[in-house]
């Protein structure tokens, strides 16, 4: 299996304090992975870490190159990025946010081609987002929001997406078709890595990235036991995962 | 409200209201109002139009469409609608500029000998560009946005109070403050048009040339940087550009109030479009309100001239409110 991201000796800090303690980490190709831990363990750092949105110190090698040597263009050609809370402003058309992801693959003073229009429309349809194309982002719920957003992202093609949060404000059923579109951009080659709270739905991931405290306490597939238990402990045990009708659920454990 | 009608269509209307106060501005005398077109024969008529009148509408044109097009750059790369052209300090920058002038070299606001004019208007640019410089260097360059809005407040309100003090030890200068402080197009001459002209080019082919960068920045910061922005180089462009605008603006007319802030407001509230058009129509839309707000200033009360950023600080206010009610009401 061959490595579409890897970190060696990854260390970030933010405001003077460090969040990521030389981390190392493979992150398979065309694989799902998905990193799990509880509020403070540095999970998004290290996505951001992993985008080269922030500042870090270490090694982030995509393809065996490092993240840092690449120009700006190349690396949003491979990571494709979707963040909390994108929106700062919602005046702009669903169709024109959405054709923002296809900015890396146009030159500066290009207009749109047919196949940006095109990939636009697959990834607006694939999010079931295509009816709301001339509608405003502030003409949506927050849950039909995150559908453009992850269309937005999905746009971009990258071999690599990134996604930090991207259930949030998702009702049930979406989520469940976002776990289908990950299963579809997996199909098509594409390395997704997200982080998640819903822990039930991180188990549906290939591998499980589990943090806390800046480190990393386990890395292995969701369907090993081990991975299971770390995930159990680094909640301190108020969580148990259980198989019900062939699934992995989440229930909570009073103290 | 229903924003059906396209991007080009608003362009065409707010040339055309352009047109019209152009015209409009070259009939409004001291008198009030004189149809020049009644009298074209009258060489004396001709040249009130050409030398007086006809800059002076050209020029609130102008100023009303840097101050435009300043707002929405402001707008678009600080991701705030209640950003303005001065939120950098240039206004109390040009404030301070103009009464030390006044203060070291003495005459009026509305000296209209080249001179003084030369002065003031110097004066008051370099007011407001050393305002903007010194934010920049308080906030360690345009990277942080909050650090940067923080010291451009510091900025402003540092420079007004020294401006103050300045008019405190030289009561003299105190009126003759107050015309820059309310604003006028009626020192505006074919000079002071070529010279926002200019800025107005140059800051208009940046601001549209980094249109996908302010578009990218509605999607956040992370976003915008993951897309490939150059959001650095972008950031210190974008400021340049509004501050010439600013700066350009300020010094030939004072302190125009809510233009800036209400013209890119005004042109969100008609269409819904990408950054490229929010500029280019901001543009207009700054323009066409300051030149007909110059017509009434100047025709409402004939022969008295009524200061144009009285009446666009009471109109802009209006327009504002109703604007709230709207945004009040919109869906969470």
Sequence with gaps: MSIALQTRGLKVALGGHEVLHGMDLDVTAGHWTCVVGPNGAGKSTLLKALAGLLPFQGQVLWQGRSLLEMARRERALALSWLGQGEATSLDLRVLDVVMLGRLPHQDWWSVPSPADHAMVEAALKATQAWDWRERSLGELSGGERQRVLLARAMAGNAPIMLMDEPLANLDPPHQVDWLEQVQCLKAQGTTVVSVLHEIGMALHADDVVVMDKGQVVHHGPCDHEATRRAMEAVFEHRIRILLADGQWVVVPRSA | ?332
């Design chain 2, 1 to 332: 409200m229903m924003r059906t009608r396209p991007a080009p269509f608003w362009a065409l209307v707010l040339l055309m209201l352009g047109g019209a106060g152009l015209v409009l501005g070259t009939a409004v005398g001291s008198q009030g109002w004189e149809v020049w077109w009644t009298a074209a024969q009258d060489p004396v008529m001709q040249q009130i139009v050409r030398d007086i009148r006809l800059p002076r509408s050209l020029g609130a044109w102008l100023g009303g469409a840097l101050l435009g097009l300043a707002g929405a750059v402001a707008q678009g790369l600080f991701r705030n609608p209640l950003a303005d052209p001065y939120l950098l300090g240039s206004a109390s920058g040009a404030s301070l500029g103009v009464s030390l002038y006044l203060s070291l070299f003495g005459g009026s606001i509305l000296a209209t000998a080249w001179l003084p004019r030369l002065g003031m208007t110097g004066a008051a640019f370099i007011g407001s560009v050393l305002a903007v410089v010194l934010t920049l260097t308080l906030a360690r360059g345009v990277q942080q946005t909050l650090r940067l809005l923080l010291a451009g407040v510091v900025v402003g309100v540092v420079l007004g109070a020294l401006a103050s003090l300045v008019a405190l030890f030289e009561p003299q200068v105190l009126q003759a403050m107050q015309g820059f402080m309310l604003g006028s197009t009626s020192f505006v001459g074919w000079t002071s048009c070529a010279l926002m002209a200019v800025a107005l080019s140059l800051s208009l082919i940046v601001a549209v040339a980094l249109a996908r960068v302010l578009d990218a920045l509605t999607l956040g910061e992370a976003t915008a940087q993951s897309l490939g922005m150059p959001l650095r180089q972008a950031r210190l462009l974008l400021v340049a550009a509004m501050s010439l605008t600013t700066a350009a603006a300020v010094a030939q007319m004072g302190l125009i109030a809510f233009v800036g802030l209400a013209a890119p407001h005004a042109v969100r509230s008609l269409v819904r479009c990408k950054h490229s058009g929010v500029l280019l129509l901001s543009t207009l839309m700054g323009g066409a309100l300051l030149l007909l707000a110059d017509v009434l200033a100047r025709g409402l009360l004939a022969p008295q001239d009524l200061p144009v950023g009285v009446l666009t600080a009471v109109l802009g206010g209006v327009y504002l409110l109703w604007r709230m009610k709207p945004a009040s009401e919109g869906r969470s």
